[in-house]
């Protein structure tokens, strides 16, 4: 079994930062990737951002150039810097960590971007 914790939602203005941190715990393949999803109110959930462990990267094209997806592999941990924040990126954000043999999701951290 393996938990996921997320960090660092919360309220900001347009234009604004936020940082996402996902901290895995429990028995974690060490091939795996790491990612964040998102959910907003009325859609389905998307891809932001995934990560694998030789650090390749993936963005949903909304997000490409304004987000940052990075990883700690000895902390199990990953980021999401999240620049330039406008209003369509109010969401839920979801953790996930997957491999050939396991599938997790965090409990989500919402992310409200509003003046």
């Known amino acids: 079994q393996v938990q996921l914790v997320e960090s660092g939602g919360g309220l900001v203005q347009p234009g604004g930062s936020l940082r996402l941190s996902c901290v895995a715990s429990?028995?974690?393949?060490?091939?795996?990737?790491m990612g964040w999803y998102r959910q907003a109110p009325g859609k389905e959930r998307e891809l932001v951002a995934h990560?694998?462990?030789?650090?390749?990267?993936n963005y949903a094209s909304s997000v490409k150039g304004r987000f940052t997806i990075s990883r700690n592999t000895a902390k199990n941990t990953v980021y999401l810097q999240m620049n330039s924040l406008t209003p369509e990126d109010t969401a839920v954000y979801y953790c996930?960590?997957?491999?050939?043999?396991?599938?997790?999701w965090g409990q989500g951290t919402q992310v409200t971007v509003s003046s």
């Open positions: 996930r960590i997957w491999g050939s043999d396991m599938n997790y």
């Open positions: 429990g028995r974690i393949s060490s091939n795996n990737l």
């Open positions: 990560i694998n462990n030789n650090f390749v990267t």
